[in-house]
């Protein structure tokens, strides 16, 4: 029901800025809740930050004051800004969807996209 495309990620110098895009298409009415979710290789997917239907935000401590997660709803995009970027922030980033529906039996059901290679290096 829900389909997600990432973009904006590339190389950068550390200390440099990236902004992610991810276009939302399909049943966007029943969709609760977004997120950023970074894996680097061989590590564990992990959750970068996420925003709900009712704009509260959260983000991973390790990115708290330099990444900033928004969304256009008018656009069906959300945003990761990510400034000061690091070596280690280098993974590919995933948009997530959290959808609540019936089709689920109104549980959680999460959509992901294609992934986004982000790469922090001199």
Same mark, same amino acid.
């Given at each position: 029901?829900?389909?997600?495309?990432?973009?904006?990620?590339?190389? #950068?110098?550390?200390?440099?800025?990236?902004?992610?895009?991810? #276009? #939302?298409?399909?049943? +966007?009415?029943?969709?609760?809740?977004?997120?950023?979710?970074?894996?680097?290789?061989?590590?564990?997917?992990?959750? !970068?930050?996420?925003?709900?239907?009712?704009? %509260?935000t959260n983000y991973a401590d390790? !990115?708290?004051?330099?990444?900033?997660?928004?969304?256009?709803?008018?656009?069906?995009?959300?945003?990761?800004?990510?400034?000061?970027?690091?070596?280690?922030?280098?993974?590919? *980033?995933?948009?997530?969807?959290?959808?609540?529906?019936?089709? %689920?039996?109104?549980?959680? *059901?999460? *959509?992901?996209?294609?992934? +986004?290679? !982000?790469? !922090?290096?001199?």
């Amino acid at each position: 029901q829900v389909q997600l495309v990432e973009s904006g990620g590339g190389l #950068v110098q550390p200390g440099g800025s990236l902004r992610l895009s991810c #276009v #939302v298409s399909g049943s +966007t009415f029943s969709i609760n809740a977004m997120g950023w979710h970074r894996q680097a290789p061989g590590k564990q997917r992990e959750l !970068v930050a996420s925003i709900t239907r009712g704009d %509260t935000t959260n983000y991973a401590d390790s !990115v708290k004051g330099r990444f900033t997660i928004s969304r256009d709803n008018a656009k069906n995009t959300v945003y990761l800004q990510m400034n000061s970027l690091k070596p280690e922030d280098t993974a590919i *980033y995933y948009c997530n969807a959290k959808v609540i529906a019936r089709v %689920t039996n109104w549980n959680p *059901y999460d *959509y992901w996209g294609q992934g +986004t290679q !982000v790469t !922090v290096s001199s």
